[in-house]
């Protein structure tokens, strides 16, 4: 059974910060991985997807790395803004594109 | 292209009544995922559906839920005889599948909160 652990499950920063949020997963046996903003009372925006078969995937600011044999992922987020502030939730894909989230880390990036 | 779409947004019952979340996936998109969100919980795998057929049931309760996604119109979850236990946020996610492949993105509606007094 799939486990999924983001810590620290909170993260406060000033502006301008670089930052890396960590993403852990038991099983290796993963079809891709996709991360998430989850804004409070609001759906899920897909940020990044990964393939298996990729090392990493880049959007704007954002890069997500995929080391899948030690079942870690980060999302790298450059030069943060208010705006970024939000819950991320990364989750691994099983057989059938079954996601498992963990819970997430809510991120306050203040002015 | 309109997003995953659900309804109602928020939804109140009284312990005993009957709930029906609506959801239309992405125009294109032929699978169907419901997930719950409990208060300070993660999000759960609940079911996953393709038009007529449920593929993975393996994440809802045994007793009082149910879905479809019929040939026309949207997916439906029904929750039967609502308890306390069930408010949450009720969300549903499409993806669209490549030819040969056994995964795709998914894109999240903006869920449903049903709330049970």
């Known amino acids: 059974k799939q486990e999924v652990t983001q810590i620290p499950a909170a993260l406060s920063v000033p502006e301008g910060e670089n930052l890396v949020l960590n993403c852990s997963f038991t099983?290796?046996?993963?079809?891709?991985l996709q991360w998430f903003r989850q804004d409070p009372g609001k759906g899920l925006t897909s940020l990044l997807l990964i393939q298996s078969s990729q090392r990493e995937q880049t959007s704007g600011r954002l890069n997500a790395s995929l080391d899948k044999s030690s079942g870690r992922s980060t999302l790298y987020i450059a030069a943060s803004q208010p705006g970024d502030s939000a819950t991320y939730l990364c989750?691994?894909?099983?057989?059938?594109?079954?996601?498992?989230f963990g819970k997430g880390i809510t991120l306050s990036v203040r002015p | 292209n309109a997003g995953v779409m659900q309804n109602p947004r928020h939804l109140v019952r009284r312990r005993g009544q009957e709930a029906r979340l609506r959801c239309s996936p992405m125009?294109?998109?032929?699978?169907v995922y419901w997930y719950r969100q409990l208060p300070e919980e993660g999000l759960k795998f609940m079911v996953y559906?393709?038009?007529?057929?449920?593929?993975?049931e393996s994440g809802m309760p045994k007793e009082r839920f149910s879905a479809e996604f019929p040939k026309e119109g949207p997916s439906i979850l029904r929750i039967q005889q609502v308890v306390r236990g069930d408010s949450a946020a009720y969300f549903c996610?499409?993806?669209?599948?490549?030819?040969?492949?056994?995964?795709?993105?998914?894109?999240f509606g903006e869920g449903s909160r049903l709330t049970v007094l």
């Open positions: 996610a499409s993806s669209f599948r490549l030819a040969g492949t056994n995964t795709g993105e998914l894109f």
């Open positions: 125009k294109g998109h032929s699978h």
């Open positions: 559906l393709q038009k007529e057929n449920i593929i993975d």
């Open positions: 099983d290796s046996a993963i079809y891709n």
């Open positions: 989750a691994p894909a099983g057989a059938n594109s079954k996601l498992t």
